[in-house]
DNA sequence: AGGTTGACATA
DNA sequence: GTATGTCAACCTT
């Protein structure tokens, strides 16, 4: 090696588990082994070696090697036994492409280096330094901090995924030290993932700080007693010792006896033929594509590699693969499902070929596809804004993003938005800017913007064309506020719904900046750089232009990519039907409840305040005399001390964290056995909760302009299906306490209107029947009987006439468990009682009704082999830790799963019940309004004059929802009623 | 200022 | 035993 070559040193066992997690998962078709982390290392080792301009790298390597871990045992755990011990094993997919990756390196004829003994990095930091004595420059792919101690003026980073260059600057921006204090900042921090110790309690930042003002650790360490504060001061001194061990961890090796020297490191030309037939046998269809071109190969005549590694039986391995045999699974879906789907899914039967294809490609597309902000345009003119219109309606497709004041969309007033056209071509149109000088009433509109009138003209017939598909995130928002401004978005799509329909219970939010991570490798803007946090919070309105562009430019861009990548795995995976009807026509339906809102009696809240504040009070005072002392009432911790250790109270049990338990059960326990101050804590609990939560939060809500509460649904946040609602939640309104049903008298109806509360009766016990297939509860069901005292009645042999409460309590709960995933543990909690009686319960429940062990054991067993379950109209919920080894995490998953899938089917029914009620009560004649949704419950407002009408239109549209996807084989019964308030309807 | 924990409201 | 969201206290930066 000579002065000028240039080194490329792979950090492949660091890639390995970054693309392993970085990138959608991977089969291959033929056989369904796991290949996504080797098609990453591929396509960047092409790409490395191929051209440097295809990255930001800009240099030609000279010289190239792939360095990997040899095994986990390293000197380093002769140092510190404990070094890496909490690690865990990887995950079961990742396993078999250890050794393909390796296969890959030598495909590629490049040098795969490990040695016994010695992490990669100890390897890395050796050849660096060979390099950097015999005259060369070194660029090592990774990202990982460890080895950023190695950059120097010959010794720069690269991160592969990121296309990112870390040079000195970048380690000290990030880091806020140097490269050569790298050290020393990683002894104080320690790593947790290495388990390498550090000093607790010192972060990065305070470790930056004390290393600027000690100069380095022995400096730092020798005069700690100069440290001001005193937590740290002592914190260092007691770990000085852990801190030097840490730095002996964290030292890179860089004498390494290596066998290669660095003349066979030498980048040789890529030998075709070799690197296609290996590819070929991966089945990177336009990897190998891309390959042959460059090599000019002749792709027909290379016969695919036989690979020399063994590769596990991954044909019987998990079935998650985004490319994965859709059509070999819905062979194996059950009869019942199958049917259930094939009515509702029309695009079926184009499984394979040309749409998974498709899928593949896209996906791959996608992961390597730059992002380049500064392509972004402003647009600050009509004619331009014109132009950008013209395009969409040419491609037909555009994403749509909107820019406004505030995150509530019932306040927010727009202040630009982003049309994007196709990947990479995204404009911000700013409308509404503001300077942040000027005069009192907050600065000027910022010049050259826009009017909004004269968007609004050119936009809406753009957003209202039928033949222009809009595609956004989290559509709900963006419909309201351009709604609320007098417009209309239709048709669109909305790329959040998609990632829920297809991920669903993966790990992973299915916001726009996690989505962006996960399928294009983009790591977005955060909003908060924009409008900062805390007292600095502003609204978007005084971001400024060029910033707010390349902002939300790339929101539409990325939302636009998202769609190309998602799109088309619908159809792949059959879940077409649930995305259209299950999801989209909800965007709609939610959006105008939360635009209508409901009324709330804020005089009747005020006084509710009043008297909770009061009967607080009251109770604070006798608190501290029985007490004795005065204390934080609302601090579990200072309680638990108080009840347990300073008044030694019995029975106490301990939270996973060690304090005292504290929870309503054990204070009721111990209010049971006569002790005074437990009740009274119960007590004044109930009566803060139902104040801060409830009385005094509620009236914030109040939309200053309606005068009404909208609340916000979230129609991706569970995993089951259901919705979720927040600021404020109106889906935990108090009712089983008569001091809180007093809040629920609270949400009024409008003059002369009422308000109507339908709800489903035992909708989950229903789904079970039907789908377990149980004849007895069918029956009790069809007869409309009490269905706790039924299942009572066969369980005990006891008639249902005349029998004691407390045998049906038992009963009701054995009901519910069932449909939470049953466990005598939990049994036992419930009813406390005895663990062995809870199981013997348990076990004659499954002696009368054996089909619902049946079903529970085969759900269990499906979801174990498929990785998700399936609600009667095809919604997957994925649990991808159901066949973790840890038995605790297992059963929860089990529990979680079955439970899952009637949750989720009565999530299903209600949805399509919300989808079809507006048109019912429309072709009636109706002008009921529905305006909440409680899970099995819907509320409407309607003239007073119309509430016998209403009724029966709702009821028939709620109790027929699951047709005629399904027919059920239990009648779904609805209760409603009509009231004043919502106490009195429900 | 932001994140975590324990407690508790609902279906 | 399932699924959520909010609040107050407390801890860390």
């Known amino acids: ?305 036989a690979l020399t590694i063994e590769t596990g039986d991954a044909a019987h391995g998990p079935d998650v693969g985004a490319g994965a045999p859709a059509a070999a699974r819905a062979q194996t879906q059950p009869a019942v499902e199958q049917s259930a789907t094939a009515a509702m899914d029309s695009s079926r039967g184009n499984v394979e070929g040309t749409v998974s294809g498709l899928v593949a490609t896209r996906i791959q597309q996608a992961a390597v596809a730059k992002f380049d902000p500064t392509a972004y345009v402003c647009v600050r003119d009509v004619a331009t804004l014109q132009s950008w219109i013209a395009e969409a309606r040419e491609t037909g497709t555009v994403a749509f993003r909107a820019e406004t004041t505030s995150l509530d969309p019932m306040q927010a007033e727009l202040v630009g938005f982003s049309l994007a056209t196709r990947p990479g071509r995204a404009a911000y149109v700013p409308l509404a800017h503001r300077t942040a000088d000027d005069d009192l009433l907050g600065g000027g509109m910022a010049p050259e913007q826009i009017s909004f009138e004269a968007a609004r003209d050119a936009l809406a017939p753009l957003l209202a064309d039928p033949s222009v598909l809009k595609i956004g995130h989290n559509v709900k928002y963006d419909w309201l506020v351009l709604r609320r401004h007098g417009l209309l978005m239709q048709p669109y799509d909305d790329a959040m719904l998609l990632s829920y329909v297809l991920d669903g219970g993966t790990a992973g939010g299915h916001d726009i900046a996690s989505l962006a991570d996960k399928w294009l490798g983009r790591a977005m803007i955060p909003y908060k750089d924009l409008v900062g946090s805390g007292k600095k919070l502003v609204t978007f309105a005084f971001v400024e232009i060029d910033r707010a562009t390349s902002y939300s430019a790339e929101g539409a861009d990325v939302a636009f990519r998202l769609w190309q990548v998602l799109k088309p795995q619908l159809a792949a995976k059959r879940l077409a039907s649930v995305y259209e009807r299950l999801e989209r026509p909800l965007v709609e339906t939610l959006a105008k409840m939360e635009e209508r809102g409901i009324s709330v009696d804020r005089q009747m809240l005020s006084r509710l305040s009043g008297d909770f504040a009061q009967r607080a009070a009251a109770l604070e005072d006798e608190i501290y005399q029985v007490a004795g002392e005065r204390f934080t009432i609302g601090s579990p911790k200072q309680l638990g001390d108080i009840l347990f250790d300073r008044m030694k109270l019995p029975g106490g049990s301990k939270t996973k964290s060690g304090q005292w338990s504290t929870t309503a059960q054990v204070l009721e326990e111990l209010a049971a056995e006569g002790y005074e101050l437990p009740r009274k804590i119960v007590d004044w609990r109930q009566v803060t909760k139902l104040k801060s939560t409830y009385t005094d939060a509620l009236p914030e809500y109040v939309n200053p302009s309606t005068k009404r509460v909208h609340t916000s649904y979230a129609l991706a946040a569970t995993t089951t299906g259901r919705l979720s609602s927040s600021e404020p939640n109106l889906q935990n309104i108090p009712i089983r306490t008569a001091e809180g049903r007093k809040i629920r008298t609270a949400f009024i109806a409008d003059k002369g209107n009422k308000l109507i509360s339908a709800d489903y009766s035992q909708i989950e016990l229903r789904v079970l029947a039907h789908v377990a297939d149980i004849p007895q509860l069918k029956q009790a069901f069809a007869n409309g009987d009490d269905i706790h005292a039924a299942t009572a009645s066969e369980m005990f042999n006891t008639p249902v006439e005349g029998m004691p409460r407390e045998i049906r309590n038992r009963a009701k709960a054995i009901n519910f468990g069932i449909i939470y995933g049953i466990s005598a543990f939990g049994l036992a909690n419930q009813l406390s009682i005895p663990r062995e009686e809870a199981s013997d319960y348990i076990k004659k429940y499954f002696e009368r009704f054996p089909g619902i062990r049946d079903y529970i054991e085969s759900t269990k067993a499906s979801a174990r082999e498929l990785g998700y379950v399936e609600t009667i109209f095809g919604r997957r919920i994925h649990y991808p830790e159901i066949r973790s080894s840890n038995p605790s995490i297992r059963a929860f998953n089990e529990r979680a799963s079955t439970n899952a899938r009637l949750q989720g089917t009565a999530a299903d029914i209600i949805r399509r019940a919300m989808i079809r009620v507006d048109k019912a009560l429309e072709d009636a004649g109706l002008s009921a309004r529905m305006l909440l949704q409680v899970h099995d419950e819907l509320i409407f407002e309607t003239a007073e004059s119309e509430v016998e009408a209403t009724i029966p239109v709702v009821r028939e549209v709620m109790e027929n929802a699951a047709m005629p996807a399904v027919a059920l084989s239990v009648p779904l019964q609805v209760d409603a009623r009509a009231a004043d308030n919502w106490d009195e309807a429900h």
């Open 1 to 305: 090696m000579k002065k000028g070559d240039h080194l490329f040193l792979v950090d492949g066992s660091g890639y390995i588990f970054r693309a392993y997690h970085a990138l959608p998962p991977l089969n291959r078709k033929s056989d369904g082994l796991p290949t996504n982390a080797v098609l990453g290392f591929c396509n960047m080792v092409w790409k490395l070696m191929q051209d440097a301009r295809n990255t930001n790298v800009g240099i030609t390597p000279t010289h190239f090697a792939v360095i990997f871990d040899y095994s986990s045992k390293t000197f380093r755990n002769e140092l510190y036994a404990e070094y890496k011990a909490n690690r865990s094993a990887p995950p079961e997919d990742l396993i078999p492409q250890f050794g393909l990756i390796r296969e890959a390196t030598r495909a590629f004829d490049l040098p795969c280096i490990e040695m016994e003994g010695f992490e990669a990095d100890d390897l890395i930091a050796t050849y660096c330094r060979l390099a950097c004595e015999a005259g060369g420059d070194t660029t090592i792919i990774s990202s990982d901090k460890d080895l950023m101690q190695l950059v120097g003026p010959t010794v720069s980073m690269y991160d592969p995924m990121k296309d990112r260059q870390i040079g000195i600057p970048e380690v000290i921006e990030k880091w806020g030290v140097p490269p050569e204090k790298m050290i020393d900042l990683q002894s104080l921090t320690g790593d947790s993932v290495d388990n390498v110790p550090g000093v607790p309690g010192i972060g990065p930042k305070t470790a930056a700080q004390l290393l600027e003002q000690f100069g380095d650790l022995d400096t730092l360490l020798a005069r700690a007693g100069e440290i001001k504060q005193e937590k740290r001061r002592q914190a260092i001194i007691d770990n000085a010792d852990k801190a030097r061990i840490s730095r002996d961890l964290v030292t890179l090796k860089n004498d390494v006896p290596v066998v290669e020297a660095l003349g066979d490191l030498v980048l040789q030309p890529p030998n075709g033929p070799r690197l296609i037939g290996f590819l070929k046998a991966m089945e990177f269809t336009t990897l190998t594509r891309r390959v042959a071109e460059a090599t000019d190969s002749d792709v027909a005549t290379i016969d695919a590699a």
